[in-house]
C-alpha cells in the first residue's frame, strides 16, 4: 500500500474515492475518524500495483498528491 494523498479538508477523500473507483482503482481511506476536528489529517491508500494510474487520475482533476 502507498499513501497517496493526506488532507485536512473532509471533501477531498470522498471526491477522490469516487474518481478512482469510477477507473477501477480500489482506494483505501484512514484515519477518517481520527480527523473529526481537522487536527489529524486523512489519508487516501492505493494498492503499489495502482499508484502510478491513481497519481495521474488526481492530478488530472487538480487534487494534490503527495510524492
Do not use: C, W
Amino acid at each position: 500500500m502507498k499513501e497517496l494523498l493526506r488532507t485536512t479538508d473532509p471533501t477531498v477523500i470522498p471526491f477522490a474515492t469516487a474518481l478512482l473507483a469510477a477507473e477501477g482503482i480500489e482506494a483505501f481511506p484512514v484515519d477518517v475518524h481520527m480527523s473529526a476536528l481537522s487536527i489529524v489529517p486523512q489519508r487516501l491508500l492505493v494498492r503499489d500495483e495502482n499508484y502510478f494510474m491513481a497519481k495521474a487520475i488526481l492530478r488530472d482533476n487538480n487534487l494534490p498528491v503527495d510524492d
